[in-house]
Structures are given as C-alpha cells and as structure tokens.
C-alpha cells in the first residue's frame, strides 16, 4: 500500500484516540463544590463531539455498535461505555457533560469541548506544517476559544465568568497524545521527541489562559504508557525480546511518553503553581495508573491474560489489533464480557478500565496533589 495512503488509513484509526453508560450514585461521602466541569480534550473525553461534526462516512464505526455497547446504544464515545470523565461527574455528584457541539442541550453543569482526533497542538505548528494531520482540526487552541466564547455568552462579564470558574472544576486533557500518535506513523521515536517542548508549551499555555480568567481549580493529565496498548504492540511491535519490558510493554515507547510526562509535570511545578498561587492545579498520573491498573488487573476483576488484548478488533495476533480491520468494521467482533478486558478496541479503554482508573485517579493518590475531596477507593 502506497505510504500515503496507508498513513491515511492510519490517521482515521488514531482519529479513533479519536473515538458509555449508565451509572452509579455518587460515591458517598462526596462532599463537592465543584458544580460545573469544562472539559478539553481528545477522544479519551470526548462524550459526543466529534459524531456532531465529522461528515458522514467519517468516523462511521464509532457511530454504529458495538460502540455503546453496554451502555445500551452508541453516543460518540469511543468505548462500549462511560469513560474517566463520566465516572468523575458521577462522583461529584454532577450529570454527565454533554458535548458542545450537541444542539439543544444543558450545559448547566458545565461543558465538554473534548474533540476525538484533537491534537495539543496546530497542524501548522507540527513538523513547521509539513506534516498532514486530516482529522486535527480541532486543536487545543480551537476548544479554547469555543471554551471562552461560551464563557462569555453564557455570563457576560469577565467578573461573572471569574465567579462562575471559581466553583468549576477545569479539565486540560489528556491532550497532545494525539500530536504524538500522528507523527509516530512513519518516524522514530527520537525524531518524534523533538515535538515534547512545544506540545508540552501548548498545553501549559492553555492553562495559563484558563486560570487567568478566573479558575482555581485545574486538572490536567499526562499521556498513558502507549508502550502498553494493542495498536502500539501491533504497529511497533519488535523481534527483539529486550525491546519489552516485565509487563510485556515496548519499553521505548513508555519512556517517550514519560519523557512528556515529565516536562509536564515540572511546568505544572515550576511555572503555573508559582505564578498562580491561589489556585490548585493537579497533575493526573494517567501513566502509573495505568501501569497498576495492568499489575493489578486481577484483583480489580479484569481477565490478566487479556490485559493487552483489544476486546473489539479482529482476531488476528494476540493483541487481537489489526489496523485495517479496527473494531466496528466488517469481519471484526466485540468480546463477550467487555467488562474483562482493559482495552475496547485496541486504541481506547473499555468502561469497566475507564472505571477503575478514575477511582484510581480521582479517589486517589494519582491525582497530584488531591484537589478533589472524593472518599479514598478502597
Ligand atoms: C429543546 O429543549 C427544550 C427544553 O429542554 C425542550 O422543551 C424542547 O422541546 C427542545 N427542542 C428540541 C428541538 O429538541
Ligand atoms: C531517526 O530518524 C532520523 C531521520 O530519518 C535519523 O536521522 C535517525 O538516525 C533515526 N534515529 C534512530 C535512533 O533510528
């Protein structure tokens, strides 16, 4: 297959990090006042956006079961179920956020502008432009500025919206995975690196914006051990027994999102807590959650034979990935207990990973420091 064309099959199936769910009470003893959440984003909150606006034909999978699958029908979320922010609003005792770009719908209780496909950064600003990125149309700066016009639209002021913010919980991310996920196709791992410094500024830059409008309550994740999931084991996959590492993961990819995670988490500590001191900001350990929910699948009720199969995929290989037959297309099946496996369709998580990582996040110690007054999960 000529290359383009190949990298073009590839951005829809990375679009898919591009890419739900009834829930439970709230988690007792939740004593919140958080009462609205604004969320930014890729496909790991994306609660609906990106089927609003991609064309028809676009993104079709993610609009058809087995997306939705447990949740009863597809909604635009790129999983069988709920995902992080889901359980979250749950927890503080919120309903769950409705897209932007949904029509008619209450944003009373905040807004997400999480966009499936969304990159940290510009097309024009990766690779100085040369690089092709179809479905990053909805960058970081694009949501920001969806986030400030709603703002402004819906409270008028600057000192309103200041007020507004300051009982509002701002989620920045994951974002800027997806910067990595493009450029990753068809360059090395030390080439792609070269992109860390301005995706990290993007989204440090974002935050900045956000708490100068008034929030003091900000969030914002790092990216996942991408070392871990099926599409990465599958497409980078080596012959090299040391290439792995104990839990079977490619180690150079885990050390390149560490080294994101990394300059991230010393901007958060160095530059933002520094200039705004009166506001929380927490970083959220997606990464070493992740890695325990991997060590602990077990005990959390997920098959630990299964922990880096893609439940909904085609049955090929042991990652059950295969990036010309992604999950929902023809020829491809959802495993029968979703709530067994970890990953949904070799790129996302299924609702019942999504599950266990916000207790594991939200209720707990990977969320730093804890802004959040959620009960410890047990
Ligand atoms: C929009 O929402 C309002 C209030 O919830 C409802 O009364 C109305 O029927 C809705 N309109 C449409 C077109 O769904
Ligand atoms: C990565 O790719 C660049 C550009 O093609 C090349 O110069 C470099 O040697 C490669 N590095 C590794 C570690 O393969």
Same mark, same amino acid.
């Given at each position: 297959?000529?290359?383009?064309?190949?990298?073009?099959?590839?951005?829809?199936?990375?679009?898919?990090?591009?890419?739900?769910?009834?829930?439970?009470?709230?988690?007792?003893?939740?004593?919140?006042?958080?009462?609205?959440?604004?969320?930014?984003?890729?496909?790991?909150?994306?609660?609906?956006?990106?089927?609003?606006?991609?064309?028809?034909?676009?993104?079709?999978?993610?609009?058809?079961?087995?997306?939705?699958?447990?949740?009863?029908?597809?909604?635009?979320?790129?999983?069988?179920?709920?995902?992080?922010?889901?359980?979250?609003?749950?927890?503080?005792?919120?309903?769950?956020?409705?897209?932007?770009?949904?029509?008619?719908?209450?944003?009373?209780?905040?807004?997400?502008?999480?966009?499936?496909?969304?990159?940290?950064?510009?097309?024009?600003?990766?690779?100085?432009?040369?690089?092709?990125?179809?479905?990053?149309?909805?960058?970081?700066?694009?949501?920001?500025?969806?986030?400030?016009?709603?703002?402004?639209?819906?409270?008028?002021?600057?000192?309103?919206?200041?007020?507004?913010?300051?009982?509002?919980?701002?989620?920045?991310?994951?974002?800027?995975?997806?910067?990595?996920?493009?450029?990753?196709?068809?360059?090395?791992?030390?080439?792609?690196?070269?992109?860390?410094?301005?995706?990290?500024?993007?989204?440090?830059?974002?935050?900045?914006?956000?708490?100068?409008?008034?929030?003091?309550?900000?969030?914002?994740?790092? #990216?996942?051990?991408?070392?871990?999931?099926?599409?990465?084991?599958? +497409?980078?996959?080596?012959? *090299? =027994?040391?290439? %792995?590492? &104990?839990?079977?993961?490619?180690?150079?990819?885990?050390?390149?999102?560490?080294?994101?995670?990394?300059?991230?988490?010393?901007?958060?500590?160095?530059?933002?807590?520094?200039?705004?001191?009166?506001?929380?900001?927490?970083?959220?350990?997606?990464?070493?959650?992740?890695?325990?929910?991997?060590?602990?699948?077990?005990?959390?009720?997920?098959?630990?034979?299964?922990?880096?199969?893609?439940?909904?995929?085609?049955?090929?290989?042991?990652? #059950?990935?295969?990036?010309?037959?992604?999950?929902?297309?023809?020829? +491809?099946?959802?495993?029968? *207990? =979703?709530?067994? %496996?970890? &990953?949904?369709?070799?790129?996302?998580?299924?609702?019942?990973?999504?599950?266990?990582?916000?207790?594991?996040?939200?209720?707990?110690?990977?969320?730093?420091?804890?802004?959040?007054?959620?009960?410890?999960?047990?």
């Amino acid at each position: 297959m000529a290359s383009s064309a190949a990298f073009f099959v590839f951005s829809v199936l990375v679009a898919l990090h591009l890419c739900c769910c009834h829930g439970q009470a709230n988690a007792a003893g939740s004593t919140s006042d958080v009462t609205a959440i604004y969320s930014l984003g890729d496909s790991i909150t994306d609660t609906g956006n990106l089927i609003k606006e991609a064309p028809p034909g676009m993104f079709e999978t993610i609009k058809h079961l087995p997306y939705g699958i447990t949740f009863g029908y597809p909604t635009g979320r790129c999983s069988d179920g709920l995902l992080m922010i889901d359980f979250l609003a749950q927890d503080l005792g919120l309903p769950f956020l409705n897209p932007y770009l949904g029509k008619n719908k209450s944003f009373d209780h905040g807004v997400n502008f999480a966009v499936a496909g969304a990159t940290a950064m510009d097309p024009a600003d990766q690779f100085n432009g040369r690089f092709f990125m179809p479905f990053a149309a909805n960058s970081l700066k694009v949501q920001l500025r969806w986030f400030k016009d709603f703002m402004k639209s819906s409270f008028g002021t600057d000192e309103d919206i200041r007020k507004r913010l300051q009982s509002s919980l701002v989620l920045i991310g994951e974002i800027g995975g997806n910067d990595y996920n493009y450029a990753l196709f068809g360059r090395n791992v030390s080439e792609v690196e070269k992109l860390i410094p301005g995706v990290v500024r993007t989204i440090v830059d974002a935050a900045k914006e956000v708490l100068d409008m008034g929030a003091n309550r900000v969030i914002i994740p790092g #990216n996942f051990p991408i070392g871990c999931i099926p599409t990465y084991l599958t +497409t980078k996959g080596s012959s *090299e =027994p040391s290439d %792995y590492d &104990s839990m079977g993961c490619l180690k150079e990819l885990n050390l390149f999102a560490a080294k994101h995670n990394a300059r991230l988490q010393r901007a958060i500590a160095d530059e933002l807590r520094p200039s705004y001191p009166a506001a929380s900001i927490a970083y959220a350990d997606y990464f070493n959650s992740f890695l325990t929910l991997l060590n602990t699948a077990d005990e959390l009720g997920f098959d630990a034979s299964s922990v880096r199969k893609a439940c909904c995929g085609a049955g090929a290989g042991e990652y #059950n990935y295969d990036w010309r037959r992604m999950c929902g297309a023809e020829g +491809t099946a959802a495993c029968a *207990e =979703p709530e067994k %496996y970890v &990953s949904w369709d070799g790129i996302h998580m299924t609702q019942a990973a999504y599950r266990a990582m916000s207790r594991l996040v939200y209720h707990g110690r990977y969320l730093q420091p804890q802004v959040l007054n959620l009960e410890e999960a047990p």
